[in-house]
């Protein structure tokens, strides 16, 4: 059975960090293209940032314009866990943020439903 487990969410005042861990069981995230989404309220689940699989020919690795320079997103291969470090952060980002696997890493946004394997969210809210 495929589980996503986020953490590291929490509250924080603008220009802080956080760092986002996803631990994953019932399959290698190594082998899966990896995503992690955002949705703020009343907005659908925006793609963050993305990597697909080591195995791939060309990896590829995403960032939405909005956090390019600011996010990272990383992975532990031996602990099976994704990270997304979010640097200078910004009131903008508060929102529900989700890992998910198996994603196409085209598609940037849509409803969170629409993602068959993600975790059940960790909250992340940044005060001005």
């Known amino acids: 059975e495929v589980e996503l487990v986020e953490s590291g969410g929490g509250s924080v005042q603008a220009g802080g960090s956080l760092r986002l861990s996803c631990t994953a069981s019932g399959f290698a995230i190594d082998s899966a293209d990896m995503g992690w989404f955002r949705q703020a309220p009343g907005n659908e689940c925006e793609l963050v940032s993305a990597r697909t699989s080591s195995h791939d020919a060309r990896p590829l690795t995403y960032y939405a314009p909005s956090v390019e320079g600011r996010f990272t997103i990383s992975q532990d291969n031996a602990k099976n866990t994704v990270f997304l470090q979010m640097n200078s952060l910004k009131p903008e980002d508060s929102a529900v943020y989700y890992c998910?696997?198996?994603?196409?890493?085209?598609?940037?946004?849509?409803?969170?439903?629409?993602?068959?394997?993600r975790g059940q969210g960790t909250l992340v809210t940044i005060s001005s």
């Open positions: 998910a696997a198996e994603i196409d890493p085209t598609v940037r946004s849509g409803p969170c439903t629409a993602l068959e394997a």
